[in-house]
């Protein structure tokens, strides 16, 4: 039968993009501004636009050739796994601030989903909805980045990418009513909920076809280091070392994806709950391996700080990223100052200064 040519949608990380390729939707920078339109072919001029503004990853459309497929013949697992890897690229450009582990990235959930037996189990996890599946989507990527930032083999960063995945699949045992209301249960609800990570470990063990490691890490990703966590109260390094990874993980998206808008205010307060929590509830180390990799704030990002002043992010530093330069340009009624101020966050005349929120 013969075939025609389709175009499917990847992300490029920015080093790998080359004049003529189409974008496939808006590239805006991190305060909602148009920087390359759906549809437009970059050229040079415009990729180097794209890196003045920190864009590390690109969505662009690449042709390929597809045959008519019969409707009786359509594989569910390959529209699937297309969308999946759709949804990794989102994540991939919403948290990672440089393309060192891109494409490395792409390659381990490419080689996950060629396993039949997990792309079955994500499915299940679909149908689970309120975002499971995204919310495991971010989890597996954001563990990727401490993974290969710990210089994992791959064999250890397929059973945590695997793990990271299937983490909440327990959840599809649970009333929809405590799904719906997930943010708002009484004790007795919370008691119910609690159980996700245990209906997990339980069912994944009940198939037989995965390996006892994926299980427990499932089992253990609500764990943590003082045992306040659950189901077991394990403490410390009766916790499997994947399962802290897949912790800091799930509790960082978590919080991201609470928020009615995820901006970079949502991400600075995810990191100072990490920074507050290491060493208490997660492995230091981890976290502050997370904390290197991903990204809070923008060269000329806009902020309003502490005292309502108002300004642009103008210097990041890379030990203290919440603590940036910002030249302030008006003050806390909007008057534009005769001359900008600059003011570095991280010295102590201005040590009980901080950024307030973002300006979208």
């Known amino acids: 039968m013969a075939g025609q040519l389709q175009e499917k949608i990847e992300t490029f990380s920015i080093s790998n993009v080359t004049p003529g390729i189409r974008v496939s939707q808006d590239i805006k920078d991190k305060n909602g501004f148009l920087l390359v339109g759906a549809n437009t072919e970059l050229t040079d001029r415009l990729i180097d636009k794209l890196k003045q503004f920190g864009i590390t990853c690109v969505p662009v459309f690449v042709a390929q050739q597809i045959s008519n497929v019969p409707i009786n013949n359509i594989n569910l697992n390959e529209i699937f796994?297309?969308?999946?890897?759709?949804?990794?690229?989102?994540?991939?450009?919403?948290?990672?601030?440089?393309?060192t582990f891109?494409?490395?990235?792409?390659?381990?959930i490419t080689d996950i989903t060629k396993d039949d037996i997990l792309m079955s189990l994500l499915i299940e996890i679909k149908t689970i909805g309120h975002n499971v599946l995204m919310h495991s989507i971010n989890v597996f990527t954001l563990s990727m980045l401490i993974g290969l930032k710990n210089h994992f083999p791959v064999d250890r960063l397929m059973v945590l990418g695997q793990s990271a995945l299937l983490h909440d699949i327990g959840k599809k045992f649970l009333p929809s009513e405590i799904l719906d209301n997930a943010r708002n249960l009484s004790s007795e609800e919370k008691k119910v909920f609690e159980q996700h990570a245990l209906f997990g470990f339980e069912y994944l063990q009940s198939l037989g076809k995965l390996p006892y490691e994926i299980s427990r890490i499932v089992l253990q990703h609500h764990e943590r280091l003082d045992g306040s966590g659950y189901p077991g109260k394990l403490s410390k390094d009766d916790i499997h070392k994947l399962a802290q990874i897949v912790a800091i993980t799930d509790s960082f998206a978590s919080i991201i994806e609470?928020?009615?808008?995820?901006?970079?205010?949502?991400?600075?307060?995810?990191?100072?709950?990490?920074?507050?929590?290491?060493g208490i509830y997660f492995n230091y180390d981890l976290s502050t391996c997370l904390l290197d990799e991903i990204t809070v704030y923008h060269i000329y990002d806009w902020v309003v700080l502490s005292n309502d002043d108002i300004g642009i992010i103008t210097k990041i530093h890379d030990s203290t990223p919440l603590r940036p330069v910002v030249t302030v340009f008006f003050d806390k009624f909007k008057q534009k100052y005769s001359f900008p101020k600059q003011i570095d966050l991280t010295t102590k005349t201005y040590i009980n200064l901080f950024i307030k929120c973002t300006l979208d």
Do not use: H, M
């Open 81 to 99: 796994r297309e969308q999946l890897l759709n949804s990794v690229n989102t994540s991939i450009v919403n948290f990672i601030k440089n393309d």
């Open 258 to 278: 609470g928020q009615e808008r995820a901006n970079r205010f949502a991400f600075a307060e995810a990191i100072e709950f990490l920074l507050g929590s290491g």
């Open 102 to 108: 891109v494409d490395r990235i792409v390659q381990i």
